[in-house]
């Protein structure tokens, strides 16, 4: 059973940093591929980054030159370096894997979240 636990998330002002990270365990037998997605009040989940098992990297416009995805397949984690942080970053970030080690349409495995709060 995949299990992912994230973590790293707070509130920060708006131009601050913060670093999630996600735990992941349980079996595999491939690198697989791996993502963060958030929802804000109101809204629809959305894709923010993602990292497929041969490390290429997808951002959403919203995010990109501001966070950095990455992953340490030695220790089963993923890590979202969030820079300069607008209030409209706010929202509810889940950690997200595939089956597959390309990215796919929808995840096989979400974590239970960790909450960003942007403060103006």
């Known amino acids: 059973q995949v299990q992912l636990v994230e973590s790293g998330g707070g509130l920060v002002q708006a131009g601050g940093s913060l670093r999630l990270s996600c735990a992941a365990s349980g079996s595999t037998f491939v690198i697989n591929a791996m993502g963060w997605y958030r929802q804000a009040p109101g809204k629809e989940r959305e894709l923010v980054a993602t990292?497929?098992?041969?490390?290429?990297?997808y951002y959403a416009d919203s995010v990109k030159g501001r966070f950095t995805i990455s992953r340490d397949n030695t220790k089963n984690m993923l890590a979202l370096q969030m820079n300069n942080l607008k209030p409209e970053d706010t929202a509810m970030y889940y950690c997200?894997?595939?089956?597959?080690?390309?990215?796919?349409?929808?995840?096989?495995?979400w974590g239970q979240g960790t909450q960003v709060t942007v403060s103006s």
């Open positions: 997200a894997k595939w089956r597959s080690v390309v990215v796919r349409t929808t995840p096989d495995y």
């Open positions: 990292i497929s098992g041969g490390g290429s990297t």
